[in-house]
């Protein structure tokens, strides 16, 4: 499903000078969106690092994409990960991956963890494709936009060769 294949991604890091737009791009993604203190909040966190994706060489360079993550006593969560609507299909979320797991390497990580909607094929996927698995399930843990109870799937990946 690679839509545009000569498409290359940028990644750079982010601080909390990022957090409003974080919010932007995350309401974007999400039905129910993060709010700018929120993302303060979360960044704020021991251990976290956010991360923005934008096209390479693109006229307009302004970030299609984001993730935050938190890295601590040897695992990292991937806590959320989006890529806008019109740019999804050509790989940014997947360079961005490749992104989480280099810096989650470089902070000592042995184990990645996530959380994911069991409705959400298209992150499932981009999840398996970086080499997770689901090892478990935590039943009704979201709602869907109807007030439904949706599993997540728990994903994991080891680091370690
Ligand atoms: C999930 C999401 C981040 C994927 O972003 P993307 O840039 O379109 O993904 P990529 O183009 O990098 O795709 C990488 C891989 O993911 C999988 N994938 C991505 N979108 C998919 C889809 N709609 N259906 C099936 N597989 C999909 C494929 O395995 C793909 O590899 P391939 O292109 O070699 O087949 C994007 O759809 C999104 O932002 N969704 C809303 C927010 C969200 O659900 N975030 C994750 C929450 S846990």
Not at 66 to 75: H, K, T, Y
Not at 80 to 91: C, D, I, K, S
Not at 111 to 133: C, G, H, Q, R, T
Request: aromatic share 8%; proline share 3%; hydrophobic share 50%.
């Amino acid at each position: 499903m690679n839509g545009a294949g000569a498409m290359s991604f940028r990644v750079s890091s982010a601080d909390r000078a990022f957090c409003a737009l974080f919010a932007k791009l995350h309401a974007l993604c999400f039905t129910k969106g993060w709010s700018e203190d929120a993302f303060a909040d979360l960044m704020a966190m021991p251990g976290a690092f956010a991360l923005l994706v934008s096209q390479d060489g693109a006229e307009n360079s302004a970030p299609i994409g984001f993730a935050l993550a938190r890295a601590g006593g040897g695992e990292c969560e991937i806590i959320t990960l989006g890529v806008v609507p019109e740019q999804r299909g050509a790989g940014a979320a997947a360079t961005l991956m490749r992104a989480i797991i280099a810096r989650a390497g470089e902070l000592d990580t042995e184990e990645m963890l996530l959380e994911v909607a069991d409705d959400n094929p298209a992150a499932i996927a981009l999840y398996k494709s970086a080499a997770f698995e689901p090892v478990g399930r935590r039943k009704d843990y979201y709602r869907d936009a109807d007030g439904a109870g949706v599993d997540a799937i728990v994903m994991r990946r080891s680091l370690l060769s």
